[in-house]
């Protein structure tokens, strides 16, 4: 089974999966410390949580600015995510660590820190209706 996904992702890969018209080749997904990640797309994390299980900073850079957040565990990560969706918003996810932000930050993050792009919930529908 793992040889049958490990090659499913290579043509993915192979086939280009996910790059649009005009966007340059992903990096490699970036890992580590919250730290290190904000060191690699120059940004200074003012932190917001510092637990055991989610470490969890406000940055701003010349990309904009969004929230970095890494964890302990792929579940927590995973948990999180599905939770924040619910809000709208743009996901930028790498192993055990999500960059949150507007559309051309999480693009523009994703040049630098690879890791794939989720959307949240989009409820521009539900606006202005009053039920």
């Given amino acids: 089974m793992t ?13 280009g999966c996910g790059a649009g018209e005009g966007t340059k080749a992903v990096p490699p997904t970036a890992t580590g410390s919250l730290e290190s990640l904000a060191a690699e797309v120059k940004c200074t994390p003012n932190m917001q949580t510092d ?10 850079n010349t990309d904009g600015k969004f929230i970095l957040a890494t964890f302990s565990t792929d579940r927590g990560q ?7 969706k619910d809000y709208g918003g743009y996901y930028l996810v790498g192993r055990k660590w999500v960059a949150v932000g507007g559309n051309g930050t999480v693009k523009a993050l994703r040049g630098t820190l690879g890791g794939d792009v989720e959307i949240g919930t989009d409820h521009s529908a539900h606006s202005g209706h009053g039920g």
Wanted: proline letters at 0%.
């Fill in 3 to 15: 040889r049958l996904l490990l090659g499913a992702t290579a043509v993915l890969a192979l086939a």
């Fill in 51 to 60: 637990a055991d299980t989610i470490r969890q900073a406000i940055c701003t």
């Fill in 78 to 84: 995973r948990e999180w995510i599905n939770d924040a």
